[in-house]
């Protein structure tokens, strides 16, 4: 299994940005489509966006598209999420999540939190 550590999440305003970084370890990132989930408090965890192994396929949850953007390099097993115009029902923790194949997220990170105020 890959594990998986994510980072740059933080408190900013409404309409600023944020980067969070997954990063792996134990095995090559570049075999996986990895996927970032968010959950808000009280809500259902939720696929806000994907990128397949090669970053070639990428998915957005109508919530974000045109606001967030994944990308990966697989050189140094990573991949990332540029979050734009970042409003406050964005607020949530991240999580980033590795698909061994077939939808199967089995290798997740622990979270960040971001949270973005009014």
């Known amino acids: 299994q890959v594990q998986l550590v994510e980072s740059g999440g933080g408190l900013v305003q409404a309409g600023g940005s944020l980067m969070l970084s997954c990063a792996a370890s134990?095995?090559?990132?570049?075999?996986?489509?990895v996927g970032w989930f968010r959950q808000a408090l009280g809500k259902e965890r939720e696929l806000a966006a994907r990128?397949?192994?090669?970053?070639?396929?990428?998915y957005y949850a109508d919530s974000v598209k045109g606001r967030f953007s994944v990308s990966r390099d697989n050189s140094v097993n990573m991949v990332y999420l540029q979050m734009n115009s970042l409003q406050p029902e964005d607020t949530a923790i991240y999580f980033c999540a590795a698909d061994s194949g077939a939808g199967r997220y089995d290798s997740w990170g622990r979270g960040t939190q971001v949270t973005v105020s009014s």
């Open positions: 134990g095995r090559s990132l570049s075999n996986y489509a």
């Open positions: 990128i397949n192994w090669g970053g070639g396929v990428k």
